[in-house]
């Protein structure tokens, strides 16, 4: 077999392979969408486009309940776990990526085990903690318990790029009267801005997407996020099941994590990609 008919089999291989990928992760949202826009017995039907689409499971997603609300609950509570996990999270790299003290692997290593802990393993403590703090049913409730997920990581990650910058430019800076502050907000911030996006994406979505805090925090309606909304969706009676109702809220609450992820698919490239060649 030539040369050439092994490059056009590989490239037939690796075509395939990814089309098969992309069946296997984008086949449940398309499914989503179609069982959104079905209604009554229409939901039985295996057609994948329906053939009488609607869009009544929408507005009576916002209808019923304070959905809107519960979007707006859960921007409020993801952005602000981000901006406290990249603002700590970057002063703690710093500390750990550039200055020498003993006991420094210890503490990275524990910070990297935190993170590993399940959740209901700390829920009763955490728990206790935020009913003594008075904030319970609050959103800064959820926020300080995202921390405990989102910032472990953040601190590992950012630790692992901040290693990766020349030491010359610290050096460079420090020779011209420049304070430790002012080389990690005007020399190495710049420099990790495609890290900062990539961690600061997958932290909003892990707190966009955590339910079990969510669920043992919030106790009213306008205090829910909406992982805990949607589980709370219910019907007419005991025995039904609104899949066109859930659908609908499911595809309206993943389409913006996916405009976040096309909008930023260049930063995030260059985050998960720096580093990887040194010098």
Known sequence: ??????????????????????????FPFVWAISTSLKSGSAIFDTALIPADPRWDNYVEVFREQPFGLNIL??????????????ALGLSAAHALGRVDFRGR???LVT????????????LSGLFELVRWLGLYNTLPALTFSYL?????????????????LPVELEEAAMIDGASSWTVLTRVFLPL????????GLLAFIAAW??????????????????????????????????????????????VP???????????????LTAGAVKG
């Open 111 to 122: 910070v990297l085990g935190v993170s590993m802990f399940p959740q209901v393993a700390v």
């Open 209 to 254: 997407n955590e339910f079990l805090f969510a669920l043992t925090f919030t106790l009213t309606d306008d205090r829910r996020t909406v992982p805990v909304a949607i589980a709370l969706i219910s019907g007419a009676s005991a025995f039904e099941v609104p899949w066109g109702r859930i659908m609908a809220a499911s595809v309206t609450v993943t």
């Open 105 to 107: 692997a210890l503490l």
């Open 73 to 86: 609950n859960s921007i409020i509570v993801a952005t602000s776990t981000v901006l406290l996990s990249l």
């Open 1 to 26: 077999m030539s040369r050439r008919a092994r490059r056009r089999i590989g490239q037939a291989a690796l075509y395939a392979i990814a089309a098969v990928i992309l069946l296997y992760t984008l």
């Open 148 to 164: 405990i997920f989102t910032l472990p990581f953040t601190v590992w990650v950012l630790t692992t790029f901040m290693r990766a």
């Open 257 to 271: 994590l996916i405009v976040l992820v096309l909008v930023f698919q260049r930063r995030i490239v260059a985050g």
């Open 192 to 199: 990790l801005a495609p890290a900062m996006v990539t961690t």
